[in-house]
């Protein structure tokens, strides 16, 4: 979301990697150096024409597609089963979600991002179909939420995917998203990021043992790493 190539390439030499959220962003973080292969599109965009071309484009130079709908699913679906490209999914996981507002909380009831839990085995049984490699489920709960609301996101991804894992065959990674905390206000007590990666190799350890299935782990801490970076 930032316009600035200096900073999109301060970051990206810091070693992380961008979330997208438009194919125009794509387009902005390419122009500043950023090979597509560093770059994840998460988008509420079903793209036609010239727009679809670029995404196919961008998808096969690397580029993560973070399917937000079965929509989104079928759109892609013939071309990365021809082209051998696995895809992401985002899932919105009914319950649990955080953020210091309505409009913040990703998960509420009434949010509109990811596929809702209640239509994922539908939409995990299309991928299959389809010959669609599903190799990394997403989930972001809001921005701003509480460490145990984080805690809890974590235990119920493990436990969607542990209930769906026989329909995720080339399942190798989790997204847990963003909403990290930071202290903006005095009155505010900023998250431990230390003390939530523990827990999540803890849990994602003890899925190991369970499953014997090993996941990476991914978050997005874009607030954490610049909401004190400035003042207006």
Known sequence: ANSTSAILQLIANQGFGLDASSLNEVRRAIMAGITPGRITLTTQEVPSGKNRDDLYSFMQQGMTYNACSIRQLQLVAGFTAKQHI??????????????????????NPYASFGIHLSQLGKALRFAQENHVSIFQLHQHIGSGGSPSR?????????????????LLPDLTSINLGGGLKEARMPDEEKVQPSILGKYAAEQVKAFQRRTNRKLSVTVEPGTYLVANAGIV
Do not use: F, K, N, Y
């Open 86 to 107: 696995p895809v992401s999914i985002r899932i919105h996981p009914s319950e649990g979600g955080s953020g210091e507002s309505l409009s913040r909380d990703t998960a």
């Open 150 to 166: 984080w805690q809890g996101a974590i235990d119920r991804m493990l436990s969607i995917i542990e209930h769906h894992l026989h």
